[in-house]
């Protein structure tokens, strides 16, 4: 599981998720990586809140790296950023924005660390093997898939349930599900993205069922308190219960 908040915060908030993922995680038995971005650089409006900066932002991460143990994920939205990135992180994530950036898939690659690509909403299962491959050229960098769903008419996203074995059989690689980010609705909130995240439960309960290798969830202890999704961020004291649910279902499937 990746998990954590969706724009890095003040180390006191960062810790508190983080030691509370990391017990989580060893109670549960599932790896879990922690997760935080040093910049929303694709916001809705000029005027949002875009998080700490490269610099502070590394600080940041590191400090949760150390002093909870957890692996360590951000995305990068420049080719420059790839290599200072990569010194303090163990996975480098592909915004869904951007997924089809060849410079930044490249440099993302040419790390050697794992990385991560959000499938972008516009994107076919198809269409993810140009960008694994520019990953994947010439360092050959793991490659992880996190679905998050595809816009459809009226604002909504929709997950289809169907790309899990898609991706997995055209791209031989782990399908994550995002089930914070595919609940919501782009536009709907005076121009900024909303959601409603009673649906995120039963999605990834699904998405597991379909067969995912993993999950990826944004989490906070007070969500409408974050200066980023809001609106679509799981609450930290739900999390436990929902993965239970899931290591349920995931252990049906494999016996």
Not at 46 to 56: A, D, K, Q, T
Request: with cysteine; aromatic share 6%.
């Amino acid at each position: 599981m990746i998990a954590g908040p969706c724009s890095l915060e003040p180390s006191n908030l960062n810790l508190k998720i983080g030691f509370e993922l990391a017990r989580i995680s060893e109670s549960c038995g599932v790896p879990i990586i922690f997760k935080g971005s040093f910049d929303k650089a694709n916001r809705s409006k000029l005027e949002s809140p875009r998080g700490p900066g490269l610099e502070e932002g590394l600080r940041l991460l590191a400090e949760v790296k150390k002093e909870t143990g957890l692996l360590i994920l951000t995305d990068i939205h420049e080719a420059h950023q790839a290599k200072e990135v990569a010194s303090v992180v163990d996975i480098i994530q592909i915004p869904a924005f951007l997924s089809r950036q060849t410079d930044l898939l490249e440099a993302a690659g040419k790390t050697g660390r794992p990385v991560n690509i959000k499938k972008a909403q516009w994107m076919s299962s198809n269409e993810l093997v140009g960008a694994k491959q520019k990953v994947q050229n010439p360092s050959n960098s793991e490659v992880i898939v996190t679905e998050r769903g595809t816009f459809f008419g009226y604002g909504d996203l929709v997950v289809d349930m169907r790309n899990f074995l898609r991706i997995q059989k055209e791209l031989l690689c782990p399908v994550y599900f995002d089930g914070t980010h595919a609940i919501q609705r782009p536009g709907c909130k005076s121009g900024s993205t909303g959601g409603d995240s009673v649906y995120t439960s039963g999605l990834v309960l699904a998405a597991v069922a379909a067969g995912c290798d993993g999950l990826f969830l944004e989490v906070h202890p007070t969500p409408l308190r974050a200066p980023s999704d809001a609106s679509t961020m799981l609450q930290l004291n739900k999390l436990e219960s929902l993965l239970r649910k899931a290591i349920s279902i995931k252990a049906i499937l494999n016996d």
